[in-house]
């Protein structure tokens, strides 16, 4: 059967036009906040007013619509959702019981325009003429009207009755799905792994159904609840920090927002549906840097982490709050950049400490030992052995994390070398490791309840 094309004479709608101002402030868990203003022009008494090319993924019970100027003479008396989008086949099914008009083209022979009644589009199409039923006519269908129920675009609507007659604006907030945000970081470090150059990207995926153009971007950085929605609208009131703290944002103005962090970027930007954008956010060159390798053979067996620790403060040339995300860390091998690791970093706060786990030490490895255990009655002893071994060309410096128990005192009575308590239920000691060496350090703990 040749295919079947329909062709449409849409009737015209009377909506608001293209809103001149939106902004859109993206949380991290796939959900924005929008707002729009538009235009609108009120005539006195009930009418209908519609929004168009709204976000098809839109909480419909979060709109909140507000008018600028007259908002005490004009009253809202209903509020709808209209999302039955056009397409060919709901138009067909619309017109059941109604008459369409088929021109069969191309090669058919029985050239000529058939008027008929549409009885089924289930399986095919079903024609009633004056004198027969035609079952899947073959050419071109057309109707002159749009049946009431079908949308262009997913449209929001109000009826309303107006004692106010002219031009007024109209601001509507709403909140959707498919809109979701997330952070990316490079970090490039020197030959010593003594200093690094990071930069950090914004990538901003919109797949809420709806543009957004020329539009004021906020993210905010924290895990907001959603079974309360008002603090999601405090954004209005907050102010700008002090700029000598985000002087690291290229493109972003940071600021606190309730117990979270918005980060405001500083011009206008469209996002298209269906788009992924990329925005840099932040770059720091030449911050301090350390490169720690750990040994915790209580969890890790006999390998032997490298880490990358460095400070978010101001004398590191950051000293901002910093969005969660993945820091992807490469080296120079002479002209040629390698990546040598990567770690993903939560919400981590101003002054705070980032330890990067990049991988596992190639030529040290480590061994643990329980060397003895016994009880007494209100108390118990262990004793540990553990090895480092270095068959790499330099010495290394290791930092040996031990497990404690957390929910009894304990305290190290005895060791061979200096353990320092990190917190309730961790030790930690360094060691050095000569080139082609090892390393054994021993300790006895006791636990007392």
């Known amino acids: 059967m040749k295919k079947t094309f329909v062709l449409l004479l849409l ?14 402030t993206i949380y991290n868990d796939d959900r924005a906040l929008v707002k729009e203003i538009r235009d609108v022009k009120l005539k006195k008494g009930v009418q209908t007013i519609e929004f168009d090319d709204v976000a098809a ?33 709901k138009l067909l099914a619309k017109y059941i019981g109604k008459e369409v008009e088929i021109e069969r083209t191309g090669n058919d022979l029985r050239r000529g325009k058939i008027k008929g009644g549409l009885l089924s589009v289930n399986g095919g199409l079903a024609v009633r003429t004056d004198k027969k039923i035609i079952l899947n006519p073959p050419g071109e269908i057309s109707m002159e009207t749009l049946p009431d129920g079908l949308r262009l675009k997913p449209t929001l609507t109000w009826l309303v009755d107006s004692s106010f007659e002219g031009a007024d604006k109209m601001e509507v907030s709403y909140q959707t799905s498919g809109i979701n945000w997330h952070a990316d970081y490079v970090m490039v470090t020197d030959e010593k792994d003594a200093f690094a150059d990071i930069t950090g990207w914004v990538t901003v995926n919109n797949n809420s159904g709806s543009d957004f153009k020329d539009a004021k971007i906020k993210l905010v950085a924290g895990d907001v609840n959603t079974a309360d929605d008002r603090d999601e609208y405090l954004y209005e009131a907050v102010e700008d920090i002090n700029s000598a703290e985000t002087r690291a944002l290229p493109s972003f103005k940071e600021k606190p927002f309730f117990e979270y962090h918005i980060y405001e970027l500083s011009r206008k930007s469209s996002l298209k549906n269906n788009e992924m954008k990329q925005i840099e956010f932040i770059r720091a060159e030449n911050i301090a840097v350390e ?12 390998a032997v982490a490298v880490n990358l620790e460095f400070k978010n403060s101001r004398e590191n040339k950051l000293g901002i709050p910093l969005p969660k995300g993945r820091i992807r860390v490469s080296k120079y091998d002479g002209d040629c950049m390698e990546f040598v690791g990567g770690d993903d970093i939560g919400h981590t706060a101003k002054d705070a400490k980032i330890s990067l786990y990049t991988g596992n030490a190639f030529g040290v490895t480590g061994e643990r030992t329980r060397t003895n255990y016994k009880t007494l009655s209100k108390s118990a002893e262990e004793s540990y052995k553990i090895t480092v071994k270095n068959s790499k060309k330099s010495s290394v410096d290791v930092k040996i994390v031990e497990p404690m128990r957390g929910w009894d005192e304990w305290k190290i009575t005895e060791s061979s070398a200096k353990f320092s308590k990190k917190d309730s239920h961790t030790a930690e000691c360094l060691v050095n490791v000569a080139a082609g060496s090892e390393k054994t350090v021993t300790y006895t703990v006791k636990y007392i309840w």
């Open 11 to 24: 009737a015209s709608f009377c909506a608001c036009p293209a809103f001149p101002e939106a902004s859109v």
């Open 291 to 302: 490169k720690i390798l750990v040994y915790n053979g209580a969890h890790n067996g006999s």
């Open 57 to 89: 993924k839109i909480d419909a019970s979060s709109v909140l619509p507000k008018f600028f100027n007259n908002a005490g003479k004009i009253k809202i008396l209903e509020q709808n959702f209209d999302y039955d989008l056009l397409s060919p086949e």
